[in-house]
Nanobody
Framework: VQLQASGGGSVQAGGYLTLSCAAS????????MGWFRQAPGKEREFVAA????????IYSNSVKGRFTITRDNAKNTMYLEMNSLKPEDMAVYYC?????????????????WGQGTQVTVSS
């Protein structure tokens, strides 16, 4: 069971990136999925979550309106489209598969975690 996050990089403020999270060894179908991030010296924080069908979405207030979470169960992949990036978005971004099929903002409700991908935003 593995989740592989990719797509991170360095952009200027106002730029955009799209992160991907590909699963191997199991099917994402039936699992809620989420993105979290952790900046240096800070705790891991919730970014966005999506239910197994994609019908229920949750966003943190800090990214609402700028980030979009989607999933393609046929490709066993989840995405995070990040627009209008700000320096405060700079962090290592982690994807995770939940213990249930629901979207959830609590890290304790996630069973599997990817290794993280670095997002750097310069002002």
């Amino acid at each position: 069971v593995q989740l592989q996050a990719s797509g991170g990089g360095s952009v200027q403020a106002g730029g955009y990136l799209t992160l991907s999270c590909a699963a191997s060894g199991f099917s994402l179908r039936g699992y809620g999925m989420g993105w979290f991030r952790q900046a240096p010296g800070k705790e891991r924080e919730f970014v966005a979550a999506i239910s197994w069908s994609g019908g229920n979405l949750i966003y943190s207030n800090s990214v609402k309106g700028r980030f979009t979470i989607t999933r393609d169960n046929a490709k066993n992949t989840m995405y995070l489209e990040m627009n209008s990036l700000k320096p405060e978005d700079m962090a290592v971004y982690y994807c995770a598969a939940a213990k249930t099929s629901y979207a959830n903002q609590y890290p304790s409700e996630y069973a599997y975690w990817g290794q993280g991908t670095q997002v750097t935003v310069s002002s």
